[in-house]
């Protein structure tokens, strides 16, 4: 569910972590508050991470949860494991960071600039636009501040999994025999036993619900809340612009009005960095004599502008002429060979070609800019009445009302980090100097508070008792795999004893690759009872190994991944190592102001 989490460069590095980070915190436990730790989540030894830090990373990470998933994000965000998993990712980050800094490794601020301007949701018309990342960041709801750093630490990373990984390679005796055993098919007998069939034969009293409410009675909390008077004043009316206004706006933004280099291509992509791949695409090379005959090869045609080429092809291309056939180009992942159809040369487009777009743009300018001075002059009028509902009361000025709201909820309306701090900063009847949105403007007065506050017993016995359920029932049916586990190995019949018991019997066929790596990998995986339980999100199960089929005739491209997943796992070695030695240097501490955001 949170693969997304540990994409991209950095993958190992999380998957490892996350398997050492659960070892620390069973060490450390929860941690209680002290001093001046109550805007504190988790500490590493010693350093902080704020509340504010905490926030920030989850609007992030939630922000690429719903570009991954859409609509199905919100089902993913309210499980309290994607919350866990941001923190342990931030931990991560932090881990890592003291890492590189102390081999040497450093970011130039020059460098995270260069890395910023290349990204493409940042520009407009190739170019970079501040506006455009301003506006972007406010939607996401974290701070430039904390965003470039993000951008810091990903490069540090990058350098720092560079250095670990420069030295590994692998012969071709070793791909071909790790080939043999990864592609090998295991066969299971699988039983599985979900955890509601187990919560199903608690019977729990009063006294076992507020036992268990009371010893995680941080857990039960009712967030801070804030109720709101405001007035909006979007970003609408109309106005009238001139020809000298768009003339002269033309002139000032030239850059703007440039179309970028466009090319038509043809490609095909032969994937894999091995030998066998260059081979293969020097063999494709040899048969594309012309354009017509990349359609032998499904290959489409398709436009791109320069600054969507990777960089190893993007020079080639802006010297090329039509009908040129490049590659085979090794690129990232494998290897291209690109046909040239049409070149579209970077030009300045006309005023004429822009005028509309320009008048819209000076209209919308001209109209936020109006709001903007109309929102001021209110503000004005609020300082002198000495708050919004005053002048409200004296000018019929018509206010909006909201109900009683958690951060979460009023980020939502506000869609400002900072300015969401300092509403919840303030007292009841303070009100604020008009707070700019995307799609208008605020003037805000806090109508009233509700502090944090412990709920009582009475308030969430339903939500303790299904809580009860939930982690009681969990540990009943691991209980019951590990005794099923125990009996089989003394030679009782598997299948007889877990249907005794409960679990219900499967049968599952899969090769090694695509099977849970802490099994399907495992060079001393024996026939016969698998000696841990799976320990799944809603369910266990106990794993019994009837037979193992190997690969008949293994082809090259399957020696080839296989190469690439060794490498990855020789990877993982050098990495788990590396956060052993910080597991036993660092301490780290979760406090309980984490289980309430």
């Known amino acids: 569910m949170f693969e997304f989490l540990r994409k991209g460069a950095t993958s190992i590095f999380a998957k490892i972590f996350l398997a050492v980070i659960i070892i620390v915190f069973v060490f450390w436990g929860i941690g209680t508050f002290t001093g001046d730790r109550s805007q504190v989540v988790a500490e590493i030894s010693g350093e902080k991470i704020t509340a504010k830090e905490f926030r920030e990373y ?25 919350k866990e998993e941001v923190l342990f990712d931030l931990i991560r980050k932090r881990l890592l960071r003291k890492y590189a800094e102390s081999l040497g490794l450093s970011v130039s601020e020059k460098e995270v600039e260069m890395y910023l301007a290349q990204i493409p949701a940042f520009q407009d018309r190739g170019a970079f636009n501040p506006a455009k990342y301003q506006t972007l960041l406010r939607e996401v709801g974290v701070t430039p501040k904390f965003f470039e750093e993000l951008l810091k630490q990903d490069l540090l990373e990058q350098k720092l ?21 990864y592609f090998q098919t295991l066969h299971f007998k699988l039983a599985e036993l979900p955890y509601s069939s187990c919560a199903k034969e608690l019977k729990p009293t009063d006294s076992d ?56 291509l043809r490609e095909i992509f032969i994937e894999g960095t091995d030998q066998s791949a260059f081979t293969k695409a020097q063999s494709l090379r040899a048969e594309i004599k012309d354009l017509k005959d990349f359609a032998k090869h499904r290959s489409i045609s398709q436009w791109y502008d320069e600054n969507s080429l990777p960089p190893e092809l993007r020079n080639l291309i802006k010297s090329a002429k039509p009908g040129l056939i490049l590659g085979p180009l090794k690129v990232e992942g494998g290897y291209l060979i690109v046909g040239v159809e049409e070149i579209s040369p970077e030009r300045l487009l006309k005023l004429e070609e822009v005028k509309s777009r320009i008048i819209s743009e000076l209209k919308q300018e001209k109209i936020k800019a109006n709001v903007i001075a109309k929102a001021n002059e209110l503000y004005t009028k609020v300082v002198k009445e000495d ?15 909201t109900p009683y709201m958690t951060r979460k909820e009023l980020l939502n309306l506000i869609q400002d980090p900072q300015t969401l701090d300092k509403v919840f900063k ?36 339903e939500k303790v008792k299904e809580d009860y359920l939930k982690e009681k029932g969990k540990a009943l049916c691991e209980d019951k795999a590990k005794s099923l586990i125990a009996l089989a190995k003394k030679g009782e019949d598997f299948v007889k004893t877990a249907q005794a018991k409960g679990f219900k019997i499967l049968e599952s066929t899969v090769k090694r690759k695509d099977f849970d790596p802490q099994i399907g990998l495992r060079k001393d995986l024996k026939l016969g009872i698998i000696e841990e339980p799976r320990v799944l999100e809603d369910r266990t199960q106990v794993l019994y190994l009837e037979r193992v089929v190997n690969p008949a005739n293994l082809k090259p491209e399957e020696i080839s991944l296989a190469k690439e997943a060794l490498i990855s796992l020789k990877k993982e070695v050098i990495q788990r190592a590396l956060f052993k030695d910080l597991q036993d240097k660092k301490s780290i501490k979760i406090y309980p102001l984490f289980k309430q955001l």
């Open 161 to 181: 999994s560079s250095l670990l990984n420069s030295a590994l390679f692998t012969t071709k005796k070793e791909a071909e025999d790790f080939a043999k055993f």
């Open 58 to 82: 989850y609007n992030y990470q939630l922000y690429q949860l719903k570009l991954a998933f859409g609509e199905g994000s919100q089902e993913i965000a309210k499980d309290p494991k994607f």
């Open 387 to 401: 708050g919004l509902t005053n002048l409200s009361q004296k000018e019929g000025l018509k206010l909006m009302e």
């Open 426 to 461: 303030e007292k009841k009847g303070a009100y604020l100097p008009p707070v700019q949105t995307p799609k208008g403007v605020f003037l805000i007065e806090i109508k009233d508070k509700k502090e944090r506050r412990n709920l009582e017993f009475s308030e969430v016995k």
């Open 209 to 264: 619900l507020e036992n268990f409410f009371l010893t995680r009675r941080d857990l039960y909390t009712e967030e801070e809340k804030v109720k709101l008077v405001y007035h909006f004043l979007p970003f609408e009316g109309q106005t009238e612009v001139s020809e000298k206004e768009i003339k002269d706006y033309y002139e000032k933004n030239l850059t703007r009005f440039k179309e970028p280099f466009k090319v038509k």
